[in-house]
C-alpha cells in the first residue's frame, strides 16, 4: 500500500510559471489557503519557446473520507494484481 501520507491527498491544479516569483506568490496563496503545494524548477518544452525551465507547483487537497475509502480499496486492487504479474515473471 501507499504510505499513510501519500493517500491523504490527491492533485487539486499543477501550475507552470514562466517567472519565479509569481510562483513563489502562487506558493503563498495556495498554502495560506490551506493546500499541500510542492515547488521545484523542471525543464519543459512547448512548440513558441523550445525548450526551458519554468517553476512548477504541484498542488494537493486533502481526501474525503469517501474518497480515501474508494483510493484504499484500489490500491488494493491493483496491488494484488501486480502480484499475480509478478509471480508469472
Not at 21 to 38: C, N, P, Q, R, T
Amino acid at each position: 500500500m501507499r504510505k499513510e501520507e501519500e493517500r491523504k491527498y490527491k492533485t487539486y491544479d499543477i501550475v507552470y510559471c514562466l517567472k519565479e516569483d509569481i510562483a513563489d506568490e502562487l506558493f503563498k496563496l495556495y498554502k495560506s489557503k490551506g493546500y499541500l503545494v510542492g515547488l521545484s524548477s523542471v525543464e519543459i518544452y512547448d512548440g513558441v519557446r523550445g525548450k526551458h525551465v519554468v517553476e512548477k507547483l504541484d498542488i494537493l487537497e486533502e481526501l474525503s473520507e469517501e474518497e480515501y475509502k474508494i483510493a484504499d480499496e484500489e490500491d488494493f486492487k491493483f496491488e494484488k494484481e501486480l502480484d499475480e504479474i509478478l509471480k508469472n515473471k
